[in-house]
T-cell receptor, first 113, second 114 residues
């Protein structure tokens, strides 16, 4: 079974703090993704990576950056957290192209106060 | 511009009846469609998918129908069970200009009443 693990399930951070959300997958998938889910807005893509050290902006990259130094690990960074970044963050991975299934982690609930 | 639309934010059905969740898309480049199910405080889990070369795919109680000419797909759950109560996301994927896209709808919250 594919396992996508997000290191923190629940976080509370202060406005202006730097926040790291870590994600690890154990299936040697090339592609990894970060989404956020908000009520009424569905799943919105923040960034994705199709290989080590490669990254591409998704639909809502503003205020975020990512790091992929190793194939199994994809980190989402909030350089200076703001209250409008309070959300559920979902990491996902996929092998190969767009016809393959994308597997999600359990999600990280981030509250910025 | 919403490329994948789930126009019903919520749906309520009785246990044992059929649940039909609908999804419309606008971009002809999408060639693969997926349905995900999400419980509160958990990540989405893959349910069923369909390639654009097919018009139906069935897996147990779940069937997905694709109408390419109408750019419409639907997920049928028969019979519905209380454990099916969750948010269902439709997703469409494809490649355009060498760039892959995977777009999710906003989700439909299904409630199956005992």
């Amino acid at each position: 079974d594919v396992k996508v693990t997000q290191s923190s399930r629940y976080l509370v951070k202060r406005t202006g703090e730097k926040v790291f959300l870590e994600c690890v997958q154990d299936m040697d998938h090339e592609n990894m993704f970060w989404y956020r889910q908000d009520p009424g807005l569905g799943l919105r893509l923040i960034y994705f990576s199709y290989d080590v050290k490669m990254k591409e902006k998704g639909d809502i990259p503003e205020g975020y950056s990512v790091s992929r130094e190793k194939k199994e690990r994809f980190s989402l960074i909030l350089e200076s957290a703001s209250t409008n970044q309070t959300s559920m963050y979902l990491c996902a991975s996929r092998v190969g192209g767009s016809g393959n299934t994308i597997y999600f982690g359990e999600g990280s609930w981030l509250t910025v106060v | 511009d919403q490329q994948v639309k789930q126009n019903s934010p919520s749906l309520s059905v009785q246990e044992g009846r059929i649940s039909i969740l609908n999804c419309d898309y606008t971009n002809s480049m999408f060639d693969y469609f997926l349905w995900y199910k999400k419980y509160p405080a958990e990540g989405p889990t893959f349910l069923i998918s369909i390639s654009s070369i097919k018009d139906k795919n069935e897996d147990g109680r779940f069937t997905v129908f694709l109408n390419k000419s109408a750019k419409h797909l639907s997920l049928h759950i028969v019979p519905s069970q209380p454990g099916d109560s969750a948010v269902y996301f439709c997703a469409a994927s494809g490649t355009q200009g060498g760039s892959e896209k995977l777009v999710f709808g906003k989700g439909t919250k299904l409630t199956v009443n005992p």
